[in-house]
């Protein structure tokens, strides 16, 4: 195989993982009956970011544990005890619209679901995910959010 060809088709698997957490985002967004949230366009910074905080909580010294970042963009996780598909990640947080209630704009009494406020806020425009293996062999996944949502008193859309 010549290094072009390599370098062709490492360019196409990574545009195909992109794809897999764009458009179930996009899925979530578009199901939304007169909301009109605009698509999520894929980010390499976002992606960067979402990456490297990704490798650092699945370092042998954090093992996966489910802690935010604290950076400037919206941030969604997750995390599986087994080796999980960027589908799967997003259908998690998707999974939380059972739990939102728009005209009251709160959760279920009990129920987490900003992932899903955070999937389909209008206003947030870009999207990079990232993801990397726990020392048990799991999977953590982060995606970053440009601009990030979930903002106290504010509805997604």
């Known amino acids: ?3 072009i060809a390599l370098s062709s088709m490492n360019v196409a698997v990574a545009q195909s993982i992109s794809q897999q957490y ?11 009956s007169g909301a009109n949230i605009p698509n ?7 992606q960067n970011y979402a990456q490297s905080w990704a490798n650092i909580q699945a370092s042998s010294a954090n093992n996966c ?21 960027p589908l799967q990640a997003v259908n998690a947080w998707v999974a939380e ?3 939102y209630n728009y005209t009251t704009n709160t959760c279920a009494t009990g129920k987490v679901c900003g992932h899903y406020t955070q999937v389909i806020w209008k206003r947030t425009t870009n999207l990079g995910c990232g993801n990397a293996t726990c020392p048990s062999g799991g999977t953590f996944v982060v995606c970053s959010y440009y601009t990030p949502g979930n903002y106290i008193g504010q509805k997604p859309y």
């Open 65 to 85: 544990a489910l802690k935010h970042s604290g950076g400037p963009y919206g941030e969604n996780i997750y995390w599986a005890s087994w080796t999980s598909t």
């Open 97 to 99: 619209k059972q739990y």
């Open 22 to 32: 764009v458009d179930p985002h996009n899925a979530a967004r578009s199901s939304i």
């Open 1 to 3: 195989m010549s290094m």
């Open 40 to 46: 999520l366009v894929w980010n390499n910074t976002l």
